[in-house]
């Protein structure tokens, strides 16, 4: 499916919406397609800042009229797979944020990061289900499940949502309740971009007291004793405790702490909601397991959810691969020191295990479409994506799923899928009877595929080639109302 959209046509756009509209020729294009992800370069047609839904909701359909696929960003953290063509709209400036302290709920656009939500649900001693970083996006998150640092006592991000504002392929605006539009509920509680654009959603907080957490960082020579102690330790966890394990290549610059730089370590990451002595009691086997250089655990309030994971605050160049684990047994261990031991030479820069169970088993609020409620593990790689590394992960990321296969359940998260290699691999999230019912609210909602990008079902894949004619030449003076 080809489209054709004259100068004429942006500039009807630009006079119809409230704001901004880049061509590659204005200085405001790059930054507005940029992803968090550095590997990533996104290379759309036209970008489209939208203010409100009402402004997404007229995007969308100048791009129908128009057959042009629509793609969209919020902060780029999920950026995997560059956009080629189409119209990219950007929801980065939707920064409606209010809080209901006394039914305990949060509304947000579609742009608000965790890190705004964090922080004013705090002044009312509350706290929302963010994942191991504050910085991405609410809504994107959540679409993808939304894996909560306190995971195993709440479940997932997705269980909590009251309401989803959607904007689908024909412009309409569609409010989304499990009384509402309930199929596409179910469908958007997991299932992605398949089905349109959030503009705002709404869901429930938690109380964010008595948090203790942190992380506990040994020498990688301990991995084989730390890996076989934590295998047995997570068996035992209850669900207010939540646990993972990194082995971590570090690079030898100045945003890695000085103790750890240059330096292969092991960085088991713990969050338990509770009494603290109870948490540091639980955490003590750990604490035996080896040796450990730092051990940075200890009493967090609920602004803190940053220092557990001390995940990258600035955007990287990185390839990613994820998969599910159904068990962390000798094989599984054998084959992940084989990869990430002692001793062995590793393009990958972080090879991650996060315990799943407890109340990420099962749906808080009757179906949803997350992937990953009958696995044990996640197992999560990423490397820089800088030659000759490059090169070398792919390699790497193919090697390690198939040493582990026997362990894995077959599926992935799709938060933490990473870079998806084929059609078939970019709804690997999803199994059979999903994945027909994401089809078939495709086929009514999206029937010419017009979000197309990303992690999506199959509908045959559409021509994304875009001729804008004359646009390429218009530069500067195209953005009207920039």
């Known amino acids: 499916m080809q489209s054709h959209a004259s100068f004429s046509d942006v500039s009807e756009l630009q006079l119809s919406v409230r704001g901004p509209v880049f061509t590659p020729a204005d200085p ?13 370069q996104h290379q759309p047609d036209l970008a489209f800042g939208a203010l409100d839904a009402e402004d997404v909701s007229t995007a969308i359909r100048w791009a129908a009229e128009r057959g042009m696929p629509v793609s969209v960003q919020s902060t780029g953290h999920g950026a995997t797979n560059a956009i080629e063509g189409g119209l990219l709209i950007s929801t980065r400036r939707m920064l409606e944020l209010s809080i209901d302290p006394v039914e305990k709920t949060a509304r947000v656009g579609a742009g608000v990061r965790w890190r705004a939500v ?36 709440y479940g997932f991000a997705s269980d909590h949502v009251i309401a989803f504002e959607l904007v689908t392929a024909d412009g309409t605006q569609r409010r989304v309740t499990k009384d509402e539009n309930s199929e596409l509920f179910y469908l958007l509680r997991g299932g992605k971009g398949n089905l349109g654009i959030v503009t705002a959603m709404e869901f429930h907080l938690f109380p964010g007291s008595e948090l203790f957490a942190g992380g506990l960082y040994y020498d990688g ?44 370590v092991v960085h088991l990451r713990y ?45 990287v160049p990185v390839r990613e691969r994820g998969f599910l684990l159904d068990r962390l047994d000798d094989g599984a261990r054998e084959a992940i020191l084989r990869h990430f031991g002692p001793g062995v030479e590793s393009p ?28 044990a593990f996640s197992f999560f790689m990423a490397g820089m994506a800088v030659p000759p590394l490059a090169e070398l992960l792919p390699v790497v990321f193919d090697a390690v799923r198939e040493d582990l296969r026997e362990a894995s359940n077959g599926g992935t998260f799709v938060n933490l899928h990473g870079h998806f290699v084929d059609a078939e691999d970019r709804e690997r999230a999803w199994g059979p009877t999903v994945r027909e019912r994401l089809r078939k609210a495709k086929a009514e909602l999206d029937p010419k595929n017009m979000f197309s990008f990303g992690h999506v079902v199959g509908l045959p894949v559409i021509d994304q080639t875009v001729l804008l004619e004359d646009v390429a030449t218009a530069g500067g003076d195209a953005v009207l109302n920039s």
């Open 221 to 264: 020579e301990h991995a084989p004793a730390v890996l076989q102690q934590f295998s047995e330790w997570v068996t035992s966890l209850p669900k207010e405790a939540s646990a993972s394990l990194a082995f971590l290549r570090l690079p030898d610059m100045d945003i890695v702490p000085e103790p750890l730089r240059g330096r292969f």
């Open 348 to 375: 990958v820069l972080m090879a991650e295990l996060r315990l799943l169970g407890g109340a990420l088993a099962k749906s808080a609020e009757g179906e949803d479409t997350v992937g990953a409620r009958d696995a």
């Open 118 to 153: 964090v922080d004013l649900a705090a002044t009312f001693g509350l706290m929302g289900l963010c994942g191991s970083t504050t910085d991405v996006g609410v809504v994107g998150y959540t679409l993808g499940g939304g894996l909560p640092i306190l995971g195993r006592k």
């Open 271 to 315: 969050a338990y909601q509770g009494d603290a002595a109870v948490a540091s009691q639980l955490l003590e086997p750990m604490r035996q397991s080896a040796p450990f250089m730092m051990d940075g655990t200890g009493p967090l309030d609920a602004t803190q959810f940053d220092m557990i994971h001390q995940d990258p605050d600035q955007p």
């Open 28 to 40: 405001g294009f790059a930054p507005e397609v940029a992803a968090f992800n550095l590997s990533t």
